[in-house]
């Protein structure tokens, strides 16, 4: 499947300090977003970064995306315990339809 | 608008009896999304939505799952008859616009059990 794989894994920092994770995926893409999701939670939209955009931020979130490399960065700075929880990214991939695919997700843990 | 609103929260049920789980979207919404998340597969689209028509099934396992929108707000996944390899958390997912052009909004999720 067209799938967005998000790296590092799992990620552990200290509070205060920045975290990035990175995004990669296959195919072609009109926009990418990012999501967040708490532990036994739902999904919660973070921010749609266009095909055409370099760079967009919301708050302290910063993400870039670099269509010839097929990758996604989000830098959350200055984080903060309440960070903690699983960023997922997701392209809009198309295969027969368009749809959106999910990567496998970071799991990022913000020590206070 | 409370969400996207999934019932029920939990469901235990016994592997063979026909489980159904339900979604209501964003009001004035007309995309609706239905995804599986497992530890070993992670986020599973199952089956796409957009102005009541699927559009993109390709990702329901097979026969025993089935999904409708009897009408624009409100949509229905069943699975029949269920087996314990169906344990997961579903999520429903409302949009407006289509895939191309808008986030995803989506519910808190039903966490399936089947023994």
């Known amino acids: 499947s067209q799938q967005g794989e998000e790296d590092p894994q799992a990620l552990s920092i200290q509070e205060g300090e920045n975290a990035t994770m990175n995004c990669s995926y296959k195919?072609?893409?009109?926009?990418l977003q990012w999501y967040r999701q708490n532990s036994g939670r739902g999904l919660v939209h973070l921010i749609l970064i266009r095909s055409n955009e370099r760079e967009k931020h919301s708050g302290r979130l910063r993400v870039t995306l670099d269509t010839s490399k097929k990758s996604s960065s989000l830098l959350i700075t200055a984080s903060r315990a309440a960070d903690t929880a699983s960023y997922f990214c997701a392209t809009d991939a198309f295969s027969g339809t368009y749809k959106y695919i999910f990567g496998t997700g970071t799991r990022l843990k913000v020590l206070a | 608008d409370a969400g996207v609103i999934q019932s029920p929260r939990h469901e235990v049920t016994e592997m063979g009896q026909e489980v159904t789980l339900r979604c209501k979207l964003i009001s004035g919404h007309n995309s609706l999304f239905w995804y599986r998340q497992t530890m070993m597969r992670g986020l599973e689209l199952l089956i796409y939505f957009n102005n009541n028509v699927p559009i993109d099934d390709s990702g329901m396992p097979e026969d025993r799952f089935s999904a409708k929108m009897p009408n624009a707000s409100f949509s229905t996944l069943k699975i029949q008859p269920s087996e314990p390899r169906d344990s997961a958390v579903y999520f429903c997912a409302s949009g407006e616009g289509t895939v191309m052009n808008t986030e995803a909004f989506f519910g808190q999720g039903t966490r399936l059990t089947v023994v």
């Open positions: 195919t072609s893409i009109n926009n």
